[in-house]
């Protein structure tokens, strides 16, 4: 039912591309018909056209594969308060294979990255967290370099580093000397 509101609210996102929903984590990943299962196919047809609704309308069904345990207040990552988007604590998300991940970038890659985004500060040398959320996930850090220093969102960041690289705005920040 979430897939499918969100497919209703999101049908013409990619208008202007001929097309209306891509099968990325952009819009709703979709692997194919060999990963259908009779149970979400049946699942499927006992639901067909329920959707969600707020105050009349279809909403922004939002979804995620693994929280950390909680979910997150829409206003912590798309700076507008959603109503039905409020964090909730979230046990099916403990388990998951998706839980408990690792990246490491070197600062020079970093520094690119972020220049290539509009953020100049040099040559990076020091990422700090100076916010989080209630539920422990990152909202602000400090991005300090040879030319200065800039304080983004944990979202921002997460755009500039890759939303599949970077799974979640849950993270800290170690620095390896030899990086």
């Known amino acids: 039912v979430a897939s499918r509101t969100f497919a209703v609210y999101n049908l013409k996102k ?15 990943v979709y692997d194919g018909f060999i990963y259908e299962r009779p149970t979400s196919n049946q699942a499927v047809d006992e639901t067909r ?11 922004e069904s939002v979804f995620h594969s693994s929280s950390s345990g909680y979910t997150e207040d829409s206003s912590n990552v798309w700076g507008g308060t959603i109503p039905y ?18 990246f490491s970038i070197k600062l020079s890659d970093l520094s690119n990255k972020l ?10 040398q020091s990422i700090e967290i100076v916010e989080t959320t209630s539920t422990n996930k990152v909202r602000k850090l400090r991005l300090k370099g040879t030319l200065g220093e800039e ?16 799974k979640s705005t849950w993270f800290n920040i170690k620095r390896n000397s030899s990086n």
């Not at 056209?49 to 909403?59: A, H, P, Q, R």
């Not at 220049?115 to 990076?124: N, R, T, Y």
């Open 14 to 28: 990619h208008i202007n591309e001929g097309f209306n929903l891509c099968d990325t984590t952009h819009c709703q």
């Open 49 to 59: 056209g329920t959707l969600i609704y707020y105050n009349g309308e279809v909403i």
């Open 85 to 102: 988007l409020k964090s909730v604590e979230d046990y099916f998300s403990l388990d998951s294979p998706h839980s408990s991940w690792s």
């Open 115 to 124: 220049s290539q985004s509009g953020i100049i500060v040099g040559e990076l």
């Open 151 to 166: 304080v983004i969102t944990a979202e921002n960041f997460r755009s500039i580093i890759g939303s599949t690289t970077l």
